[in-house]
């Protein structure tokens, strides 16, 4: 079982920048494929991006909302993911789940799930 | 991307049977698989069917899922609904071209 826990969450400035880090347990981050959602208040499910595993390439991709914006890294020694989030917006306020497959399957469905942490972007 | 399309809300009395649908905009239903999942609020949300039509272990079978590609959609169905299923449901495939995750924009559930 994977546990996954977000922290860094807060209140930023439009323009600002905050960066998130998503803590895993167990022994299978290296190789799992890791993704950040949103959630804007009484919204639906938004892909953020995601980056792969170092095995399959450790490349990263991005919705186009954020792209160029938002830079999404991971530091494997540590079992954490990271999400960098530069020229906030209004728009981007929203919770962010950090996510991640069961590696039995596919990838591109998220079987873990973090708690999620808030960010604000506002005046 | 494709766009999955899912009804904004769906309502049923306890014990009867609900289907939420999940309309794929363009290219095949049957070419990615569909995942479903149930938002409680103030929670993350909890896969209740992967792969199309499978159960995870301690989803009650009363869910189940399948797809129609003569509609070119997904369906959840829950039956026997009761008052603990209300909740929001989201559909969720992936665009092979570009491997881009794709959510519908979710279903609201009210028993």
């Known amino acids: 079982e994977v546990q996954l826990v977000e922290s860094g969450g807060g209140l930023v400035r439009p323009g600002g920048s905050l960066r998130l880090s998503c803590g895993a347990s167990?022994?299978?981050?290296?190789?799992?494929?890791m993704t950040w959602v949103r959630q804007a208040p009484g919204k639906g499910l938004e892909w953020v991006g995601r980056?792969?595993?170092?095995?399959?390439?450790?490349?990263?991709d991005y919705a186009a909302p954020v792209k160029g914006r938002f830079t999404i890294s991971r530091d494997d020694s540590k079992n954490t993911l990271y999400l960098q989030m530069n020229s906030l917006k209004t728009e981007d306020t929203a919770v962010y789940y950090c996510a991640t497959a069961n590696l039995y399957y596919d990838p591109y469905f998220f079987h873990y799930w973090g708690q999620g942490t808030l960010v604000t972007v506002s005046s | 991307n494709f766009m999955l399309t899912q009804p904004h809300s769906v309502s049923g009395s306890p014990g009867k049977t609900v289907t939420i649908s999940c309309t794929r905009s363009s290219g095949s239903i049957a070419s990615n698989y569909v995942q479903w999942y149930q938002q409680r609020p103030g929670s993350a949300p909890t896969t209740v069917i992967y792969?199309?039509?499978?159960?995870p272990s301690g989803v009650p079978d009363r869910f189940s899922g399948s797809i129609n590609s003569s509609s070119n959609s997904a369906s959840l169905t829950i039956s026997g609904l009761k008052t603990e299923d209300e909740a929001d449901y989201y559909c969720?495939?992936?665009?092979?071209?570009?491997?881009?995750?794709?959510f519908g924009g979710g279903t609201k559930l009210t028993v």
């Open positions: 980056i792969k595993s170092k095995i399959d390439g450790g490349t990263t």
């Open positions: 969720q495939s992936y665009d092979s071209s570009n491997q881009d995750v794709v």
């Open positions: 792969e199309d039509n499978q159960r």
């Open positions: 167990g022994s299978t981050f290296t190789n799992a494929w």
